[in-house]
């Protein structure tokens, strides 16, 4: 495998010292339940979101793959792409940054996906989304990936009844037989929609020295009549190979011209600054309410 580390990009010493701070903090926070627990935020949502949350439908998942990345981008971009009433979300990856928010990148390959209509299906889900500040909770420096609420930019499936359970719910998804999650010496996802097609390649190379942690994040969406739908992604207890802060080795998205997923990260291809990638997590679950 071919490795290209760019060290004459500007700012490459700041990006070293950030990351080592990114990696010594990490390595000492506590482990189970450290989520973040700051003032909840956007008031004006905060009661319908705790009166929702946990409702609606539930589905279990299978044993599960799931790789998440992240890329710093200029906040004055990623505003276009978060309706009015979201804010965007700081985090310990933007420390130092404050012109700055992150796209995310989140797929996941189940071997199973127990549906509402009794269907089990096998299913690859990838959504693109940009990190906001709430609904659910505020964000901080202290803020690290296992509790991004998120907006989301595009939402596949391979799986056409996964589709219908999430449209039915409120959230964008579209149906891309083709699309694969591939894992060799790094994992390789492929999504190649008509519209918003990307690729991506996810290259972890160390341990991750937050060690077992629990995800329990939200992924939302707002339709044009201003209604808002949740995805939640609930897994108990999870471990993942990481990489932090070393420019060009990460992995990196490559986007269809002049699609969304280009405009949100700004060039056809952009390299990670950040990546997680677990493997074989148990028990986890999706759910969808109407807040």
Known sequence: MRRHLHIGRPGLLRDRIIGTFVFIALGTAPAPGWAHTAEPAAATRTAAVAETRGAGDRVRLGTCDMSVAAVREPARRLRRFVPAG?????????????????????????DAVQLPSAHRRRATISVVAVQLDGPERSTGLATIANMFDLYTVALHTDERHVTRWLREG?????????????????????????????????????????????????????????????????????????????????GHIDAAPGSAVAELVGVRRRHFDF?????????????????
């Open 86 to 110: 979201f804010r965007l979300g700081r985090s310990l990856y933007t420390l130092g940054l404050p012109a700055f928010g992150l796209v995310v990148t989140w797929t996941m390959e189940c």
């Open 170 to 250: 409120g959230m964008p998804a579209t149906t891309v037989r083709s699309m694969r999650m591939d894992r060799e010496a790094d994992v390789r996802v492929s999504v190649p929609a008509r519209a918003s097609g990307y690729s991506l390649r996810v290259n972890p190379l160390h341990a991750d020295p937050v060690g077992s942690h629990t995800h329990a994040n939200a992924f939302w969406h707002q339709d044009r009549q201003g209604r808002l739908a949740r995805l939640g992604l609930d897994i108990p207890d999870a471990r993942d190979l990481a990489c932090i802060q070393l420019p060009g080795l990460c």
């Open 275 to 291: 990546v997680f990638d677990h493997t074989g997590l148990a028990d986890g679950s999706l759910s969808l309410s109407r807040p």
